[in-house]
């Protein structure tokens, strides 16, 4: 008889917890925002959680700035943060020279810290050209 009742209280528990999980998920972006001013882009990310769940995430920001020549630069920043319900956290900035020629592609991703599992990400392009 304990057999059953733990069957049933397992099987009916578990879409509760698949449907928390996914909200989680759908409701936890990343969003890259920028300015240019004087030949730098200004760069800020940020995560937002627009959910009522807590969560333990990492970050990985990629950005690669390639010349004219053919020359590329690149920089990465990671971390591991805590995003508190209903709220929005600043995960890191960055100052890039660019040049009029030069191209910028930047890459923000957000994981969950255990999981690895991918929850969401954003990209940036800026004077990137489209081959012909």
Known sequence: MKKITFILFFFTMLPV???NAQ???ENIKAKISHKEHNGFVFIENNAINESEIHSELEYLFISIKKNKQGN???NKQSGKFSLSPKSTQKLSETTINLGQDDELKCY???KDETT???ISKDSLLVNVKKKS
């Open 23 to 25: 909200e989680m998920i």
């Open 72 to 74: 590329i630069s690149s």
């Open 116 to 118: 690895k599992t991918l």
């Open 108 to 110: 923000l991703y957000l």
């Open 17 to 19: 917890q698949l449907f």
